[in-house]
């Protein structure tokens, strides 16, 4: 509670003392989604076309071996937003982004007087009510997350952020996802490519490229500095670059994809392949496979490869193009430049595809920085540096841009420990990294990098690892074993080491770099015990650091005659007592619960038959009758007689309708809730049923034969109110 006040009090007093200061160095920081480090030309890659970016790196630094600690979309963007090691800011895996930390990057940079903005991927969550994404500091945000589903009943997308809108707007009824829709519906997370099938101006990368060059141009003559994140969601699936683009590259002159030599003493890929017996989900029958041995035609790997390089090619003409517009709003030598990735893809590599795991084309990500020829004084390296020796992650990408914000101040004393993150401005002075005198985070650079995900895909991926660039060191926490590799006589990891003799004192030095890691992080005894690894068969995805989330506003309690609508709501939400959204079965009746004390409303068929709406329950009432109709969590909710269904109007997604059963199994399918046990009931294709409290009647009527009062407050009835109604003695709440 004093971190939250004291950054608040900041917060209040800071802005007018700033604004009389000289105005400092904007931050341009911009990231791909799912980029291998090596997927550039600057990189090596002879196949790549991305000239702006070793534009960037030529006129800047280069880290040669940068990583994402914990390599997957959200927990990667925790550790830009809160600057901590996974274990420290609290997600160990794939989860939800918390609602809030106590220090975040833009929140910080606002209170050192700081425009800032988001375009692209976030993945922060979205706010229905606002119709906003959720900011965590960013004064504005134009968003791509790019994770709705197409509904093809109702022609539109379950997650709207503001390039869908968007596209709604320019190409009504028209699935944004189409490009991928024969092979693996909306191509999210799979293997297959193929171009964009419409005009290049609608795809995602080109109107997150368009959003941040308006931005850009606004800010000419601007106060106020400014921090910029411009996030590309590809190239992440799908893969989908314009044919323009597509066609400049051809799979054959290709580096290959690497795979350990079968026939070697330790092939340690080969139970990746996607054979009998192999981990489920791996190979080419699975559209989101996530390793398997692919065949290279019939759009196999080898087109996937073509549309991964060419979305890479995509997204680097709009950095080029970002890159000139600061040039030509004469912003380029008053702005750092920062360019990185949330984490890799494995393209084949050992049979991988996607990402989360501690293998070279998942863990290692790009790291560029170019400076500003306003810091070319305090610069002591040539532009065109390549830091070599040390390890950066994306956690360094906050104190970067606070550093250059000289808002290090800010930060409320001892809420950085040394394995958080480092400048990279430190390096810029010092390349060496023996020295540092940034205040957020002070002392030498890190000699080796932690890194870790829980359980992912399938059970036994689930490791821990650490690495200095040079040796990588893997403990597989589902098996309890160990794999050690050589980076530098062995970049793409073909030879694992751990039972090579000659590399036993390696393998002891950092297995006891990893006891210490954990002894010093007192992740307990699961962990580690008696100064040994300890096998885990169980995922943890987030550390006791993972901050709680507020306490939400109690909402209004539901009123006579409040309609029953569709609300789209992401999984894993549990019913709160906030939100009338949660329902039980008591009889024949649908009940609400959630309500503090209780209020004893039910589902009520509305006066014309067609519709719900929420009634004081009533046991002799027949318009609060139906039946849950199926086997398991799939329910059809039908009235008391079976002949009228509840499901969704084919034009409003979020009306509820109520009418004649379908008899085709498509139109039956849609109509199939999952009546969770948090108490939610949810149509895949629409939503989930919520009660929406602004709707009701102020008139004290009701609805059919209710027994509504209309009234704003309601209390809890007394004990033979209850009997007569079927209520319990006292409201439960299932979780």
């Given at each position: 509670?004093?971190?939250?006040?004291?950054?608040?009090?900041?917060?209040?007093?800071?802005?007018?003392?700033?604004?009389?200061?000289?105005?400092?160095?904007?931050?341009?920081?911009?990231?791909?989604?799912?980029?291998?480090?090596?997927?550039?030309?600057?990189?090596?890659?002879?196949?790549?076309?991305?000239?702006?970016?070793?534009?960037?790196?030529?006129?800047?630094?280069?880290?040669?071996?940068?990583?994402?600690?914990?390599?997957?979309?959200?927990?990667?963007?925790?550790?830009?937003?809160?600057?901590?090691?996974?274990?420290?800011?609290?997600?160990?895996?794939?989860?939800?982004?918390?609602?809030?930390?106590?220090?975040?990057?833009?929140?910080?940079?606002?209170?050192?007087?700081?425009?800032?903005?988001?375009?692209?991927?976030?993945?922060?969550?979205?706010?229905?009510?606002?119709?906003?994404?959720?900011?965590?500091?960013?004064?504005?945000?134009?968003?791509?997350?790019?994770?709705?589903?197409?509904?093809?009943?109702?022609?539109?997308?379950?997650?709207?952020?503001?390039?869908?809108?968007?596209?709604?707007?320019?190409?009504?009824?028209?699935?944004?996802?189409?490009?991928?829709?024969?092979?693996?519906?909306?191509?999210?997370?799979?293997?297959?490519?193929?171009?964009?099938?419409?005009?290049?101006?609608?795809?995602?990368?080109?109107?997150?490229?368009?959003?941040?060059?308006?931005?850009?141009?606004?800010?000419?003559?601007?106060?106020?500095?400014?921090?910029?994140?411009?996030?590309?969601?590809?190239?992440?699936?799908?893969?989908?670059?314009?044919?323009?683009?597509?066609?400049?590259?051809?799979?054959?002159?290709?580096?290959?994809?690497?795979?350990?030599?079968?026939?070697?003493?330790?092939?340690?890929?080969?139970?990746?392949?996607?054979?009998?017996?192999?981990?489920?989900?791996?190979?080419?029958?699975?559209?989101?496979?996530?390793?398997?041995?692919?065949?290279?035609?019939?759009?196999?790997?080898?087109?996937?490869?073509?549309?991964?390089?060419?979305?890479?090619?995509?997204v680097d003409e709009q950095v080029g193009h970002i890159y000139d517009a600061l040039v030509n709003a004469s912003l380029l030598e008053s702005t750092f430049i920062l360019w990185s990735a949330d984490h890799g893809d494995g393209q084949g590599d050992h049979y991988h595809w996607r990402k989360g795991y501690p293998y070279e084309f998942s863990a290692h990500v790009p790291m560029l920085m170019r400076w500003p020829q306003s810091y070319s004084s305090v610069a002591s390296i040539p532009r065109g540096t390549v830091i070599t020796g040390l390890v950066s992650e994306l956690r360094d990408i906050f104190h970067t841009a606070v550093d250059v914000g000289d808002a290090a101040g800010l930060i409320p004393a001892g809420h950085f420990k040394p394995e958080d993150g480092k400048s990279l401005l430190c390096l810029l002075k010092d390349p060496t990294g023996a020295t540092c005198d940034y205040a957020g985070n002070p002392g030498p650079w890190r000699q080796a990098l932690d890194m870790e995900h829980s359980t992912c895909y399938n059970e036994s991926n689930h490791w821990n690892a650490l690495t200095d660039g040079s040796i990588k060191y893997v403990f597989r926490a589902f098996f309890g074993d160990e794999q050690l590799f050589n980076l530098t006589a062995d970049k793409y990891e073909l030879e694992e080491l751990s039972n090579d003799p000659l590399y036993q004192d390696t393998l002891k030095k950092w297995r006891g770099l990893m006891v210490a890691q954990f002894e010093n992080e007192g992740r307990g005894p699961n962990w580690v015990a008696n100064g040994m690894l300890q096998q885990r068969t169980e995922g943890q995805t987030y550390s006791p650091n993972y901050p709680p989330a507020p306490p939400a506003p109690p909402a209004p309690p539901p009123k006579a005659g409040d309609v029953i609508t569709f609300e789209s709501v992401k999984g894993g939400a549990s019913c709160l007592p906030s939100t009338p959204q949660c329902f039980k079965q008591v009889g024949a009746a649908i009940q609400v619960i959630g309500q503090q004390p209780g209020q004893p409303w039910c589902v009520t068929l509305d006066s014309a038959g067609t519709g719900l709406v929420v009634e004081l329950c009533d046991p002799a009432s027949s318009l609060q009758q139906f039946a849950l109709l199926g086997k398991g969590d799939a329910r059809t909710i039908t009235t008391s007689n079976g002949a009228k269904c509840v499901g969704a109007d084919s034009t409003a997604r979020s009306r509820v309708v109520v009418a004649d059963c379908p008899t085709s199994p498509s139109a039956k399918k849609a109509d199939i809730f999952i009546f969770g046990a948090s108490g939610r009931l949810c149509n895949s294709d629409d939503g989930c049923l919520t009660v929406d409290i602004a709707s009701g009647r102020s008139d004290g009527g009701t609805t059919g034969t209710g027994t509504g009062t209309g009234t704003d407050t309601i209390a809890w009835p007394d004990a033979p109110t209850r009997a007569r109604l079927g209520l319990p003695p006292k409201i439960s709440h299932l979780n």
């Open positions: 509670m004093v971190t939250v006040s004291l950054l608040v009090l900041v917060l209040l007093v800071l802005p007018a003392a700033v604004a009389a200061e000289k105005k400092r160095a904007n931050v341009l920081f911009m990231m791909a989604d799912q980029l291998r480090y090596d997927a550039s030309g600057y990189a090596g890659n002879p196949s790549a076309i991305t000239p702006a970016l070793d534009r960037i790196a030529k006129e800047g630094l280069t880290m040669s071996w940068s990583g994402s600690s914990t390599p997957t979309c959200t927990p990667a963007r925790a550790g830009i937003l809160t600057g901590q090691s996974p274990w420290n800011h609290g997600m160990l895996g794939y989860g939800d982004i918390a609602s809030h930390y106590p220090v975040e990057m833009p929140t910080l940079m606002a209170a050192a007087g700081y425009t800032t903005a988001s375009f692209g991927k976030d993945h922060f969550g979205w706010n229905s009510t606002t119709n906003k994404g959720i900011s965590h500091g960013y004064d504005i945000t134009q968003l791509y997350d790019g994770l709705g589903a197409w509904v093809k009943r109702s022609k539109d997308m379950s997650y709207n952020d503001e390039y869908d809108q968007w596209f709604e707007s320019v190409m009504p009824g028209k699935d944004p996802q189409a490009t991928l829709d024969g092979w693996d519906g909306d191509g999210w997370n799979g293997w297959h490519g193929a171009p964009y099938v419409y005009p290049e101006y609608y795809h995602p990368t080109a109107w997150v490229g368009r959003e941040a060059i308006k931005f850009i141009k606004s800010q000419v003559g601007a106060a106020k500095p400014f921090l910029a994140k411009v996030s590309f969601h590809r190239p992440h699936s799908p893969y989908d670059p314009p044919q323009r683009v597509l066609s400049k590259f051809d799979a054959a002159t290709f580096p290959p994809i690497h795979v350990s030599d079968p026939a070697g003493k330790d092939p340690w890929d080969l139970r990746f392949r996607g054979q009998e017996g192999d981990p489920p989900g791996c190979g080419p029958s699975n559209a989101d496979a996530w390793c398997g041995l692919m065949p290279l035609t019939q759009n196999g790997s080898d087109l996937s490869r073509r549309a991964y390089h060419g979305s890479v090619a995509f």
